[in-house]
């Protein structure tokens, strides 16, 4: 079934290997705060999400998304009943709010660069927890229940973000997994009472 998820990861895919041999494609929509505050290149908060560092990076992000993102597509328009769109607006806005603090931090740094949609696909990741926070994940082949791996998630994005020195925008993952919260949330505040409920029934499917 051709979904909104597929349709974000095929074009994310065809644009990302083409930026692999094509450094002019990865110029031109990285994140690159000073380009954004002295050349009002908006763009380059939803552009940097269709580029990849590598194939790696790309396949982690685009299998994640197509888990995830398939099912948060149905709740949405499912449980939910929103038009799909909400759909796009929490994909493409968690691209652009995980990325705000990154420009604060580095707007005036010339050698700071970062891409890939990781923000994005956080969001999803946690929109889909406070919906099923009991759900099994496959962490490195180790099941361990949502709510855990969202505690520890967060936990670790914040120490690492600290720490720094890894070249990974831990921030992006932080700011995009919120966002995926606040905004699920706000367009069906009932998932409040979903998520609670939930929580107070512990299953676990290993």
């Known amino acids: 079934m051709f979904t909104l998820t597929i349709s974000i990861i095929l074009l994310t895919c065809v644009i990302s290997i083409t930026g692999f041999s094509s450094p002019r494609v990865i110029d031109d929509l990285i994140f690159w705060p000073p380009a954004i505050k002295n050349h009002h290149q908006y763009y380059r908060f939803v552009s940097c999400g269709l580029i990849h560092s590598d194939y790696m990076h790309l396949a982690f992000n685009m299998f994640t998304l197509y888990f995830f993102g398939r099912a948060i597509e149905v709740y949405y328009m499912g449980m939910m009943g929103l038009p799909n769109y909400f759909y796009i607006i929490l994909y493409v806005g968690a691209l652009i709010f995980s ?3 990154t420009y604060y931090k580095h707007r005036n740094d010339e050698n700071y660069r970062s891409l890939g949609a990781s923000g994005a696909v956080s969001a999803v990741i946690f929109a889909f927890i406070l919906i099923k926070p009991w759900d099994t994940l496959q962490v490195f082949f180790i099941p361990i229940p949502s709510i855990v791996y969202a505690v520890l998630f967060l936990g670790y994005s914040v120490y690492m973000s600290r720490k720094g020195g890894d070249y990974i925008n831990h921030d992006a993952h932080f700011f995009g997994a919120l966002f995926g919260i606040v905004f699920t949330i706000g367009v069906h ?8 409920n939930e929580l107070s029934h512990p299953h676990f499917n290993f």
Do not use: A, C, R, S
């Not at 505040?189 to 609670?196: G, W």
């Open 189 to 196: 505040p009932d998932t409040v009472n979903t998520f609670l």
């Open 99 to 101: 990325l705000l603090p």
